[in-house]
T-cell receptor
Framework: GQNIDQPTEMTATEGAIVQINCTYQ??????LFWYQQHAGEAPTFLSY????GLEEKGRFSSFLSRSKGYSYLLLKELQMKDSASYLC?????????FGKGTKLSVKP | SQTIHQWPATLVQPVGSPLSLECTVE??????LYWYRQAAGRGLQLLFY??????ISSEVPQNLSASRPQDRQFILSSKKLLLSDSGFYLC?????????????FGPGTRLTVL
């Protein structure tokens, strides 16, 4: 993805907590989005941050630091169904620029 | 509630053949519409976006074109497919306006060019 960096792959254990980091270019920033994409399916919207801080939504939370160009997605109480790719995207000039995604594998 | 449809779900086409993929949105008016391609091992690549009927912006010059004949209809076309056109094609919509907004994706079309 253009100026968006996130790890390619991560592995975690069922029931654990995992944090997926994303760094992005700060110029022209207009919001930070996280999407979940299961293999062979379309991405689905998870969260949106435009101000600094933590947004919590059930087992998923997303954090943003605009000055650092940094965000993370926190997944708690991992379940097997959380195995998927997680896409970080930043808003820019009316569009979204996506990272290449982090493939998360949850093991029993 | 809003829904977005794409068809066909899968498509196998020979090199040099034409292409037409269709996307329709229900439950909203004047949406922004987008076409993305996701190739194996690569991120989502924005191909075209539209803020209104007949208004198309191209992000990546290539042998594809897009049209928006109606408010909630977005079509992706090609006159002659290349092997490199294989991929997962996703249509998305967002609320009207110029600010970056949440995009909602259709189920996608998996295209294989042989």
């Amino acid at each position: 993805g253009q100026n968006i960096d996130q790890p390619t792959e991560m592995t975690a254990t069922e029931g654990a907590i995992v944090q997926i980091n994303c760094t992005y270019q700060t110029s022209g920033f207009n919001g930070l989005f996280w999407y979940q994409q299961h293999a062979g399916e379309a991405p689905t919207f998870l969260s949106y941050n435009v101000l600094d801080g933590l947004e919590e939504k059930g087992r998923f939370s997303s954090f943003l630091s605009r000055s650092k160009g940094y965000s993370y997605l926190l997944l708690k109480e991992l379940q097997m169904k959380d195995s998927a790719s997680y896409l970080c995207a930043r808003g820019s000039q009316g569009n979204l620029i996506f990272g290449k995604g982090t493939k998360l594998s949850v093991k029993p | 509630s809003q829904t977005i449809h794409q068809w066909p779900a899968t498509l196998v086409q020979p090199v040099g053949s034409p292409l037409s993929l269709e996307c329709t949105v229900e439950g909203t008016s004047n949406p922004n519409l987008y076409w993305y391609r996701q190739a194996a091992g690569r991120g989502l690549q924005l191909l075209f976006y539209s803020i209104g009927i007949g208004q198309i912006s191209s992000e990546v010059p290539q042998n594809l074109s897009a049209s928006r004949p109606q408010d909630r209809q977005f079509i992706l076309s090609s006159k002659k497919l290349l092997l490199s056109d294989s991929g997962f094609y996703l249509c998305a919509w967002s609320r009207e306006g110029l600010a970056s907004d949440t995009q909602y994706f259709g189920p996608g079309t998996r295209l294989t060019v042989l």
